[in-house]
């Protein structure tokens, strides 16, 4: 299991690999965070109908491609090769949808993950097998952190692979269920890592008591958020520009 030291500057992580400056969950957005020396990720991941598991935030290709295939109704030869760079920038055409086995060879030994599974169903036993098997496969077991917003799927990761940290994740957001906002979906999931958006994130930091589970803020894209939840502590911070968080921590530390 991953561990969590107290004391320690925030783990960065880049959300989507380093999705300012390249298409979201892309190999390339992974080389460009690689490039820019950090070394902790977040992606997305989804199984597609011939029992992939592919790297995707959505449940479809619409707004990275402009077509409309689903992903659990498409066989992966499909789904590869559908161009999801281009919407992005001219300079990305030709980036494909990447396999979560890809993300983590591309990544390499040094780096940190963070794999949200992306299911809107209470179960899918081909995305918990597949993704369990990927990362005892590649021995990043200790490494890595397995999250969602689904506490049901959770719980089924839980059972199934109960040597792999997990996190769950919430936020205000009107597509968040009311009695999952804020953060209950812990004990279903039976997790010991929070995820929680970063308005929460900074409330939960600010109490008198601290939290007693690690947390991860997401997504920090404010250089003033960043601070505050650096100086308050927290384990870690998701960001689309991890160069922000790194100025911040960086920062928050000089005037420690």
Partial sequence: MMRFNKG????????????????????????????????????????????????SHDPDLLR?????????DQDYSTLAGVDIGSWFNPAFRGERLPLCSQ????????????????EEQTSNSALVEGVGSLIYRHG??????????NPL????????????????????????PWFLRRGFGRYLGRTTVEKPHVPQALAMVTRKNPPARPIIAWTVNSYED???????????MIGDDPGVIKKAVLDSTKTA
């Fill in 64 to 72: 990275v491609s402009g077509e409309g295939l689903i992903i659990r």
């Fill in 153 to 176: 799927i959770l719980r089924h990761f839980a059972r199934r692979w109960p040597g792999i940290s997990r996190a769950i994740i919430y936020s205000h957001h009107s597509d968040v």
């Fill in 103 to 118: 993300f983590i060879e591309t990544a390499g030994e040094e780096f940190m993950f963070d794999i949200e599974l992306k």
């Fill in 226 to 236: 960043a601070v505050a939840l650096s100086n308050a502590g927290v384990w870690g």
């Fill in 8 to 55: 320690q500057e925030p783990v960065i992580f880049g959300h989507r690999g380093y999705s300012a400056i390249a298409p979201e969950n892309t190999l390339a957005a992974l080389k460009s965070l690689k490039d820019a020396g950090f070394r902790a990720v977040e992606f997305d991941v989804r199984v597609c109908r011939s029992g992939e598991i592919v790297v």
């Fill in 140 to 149: 990043i077991e200790d490494r890595c952190l397995v999250s969602s917003f």
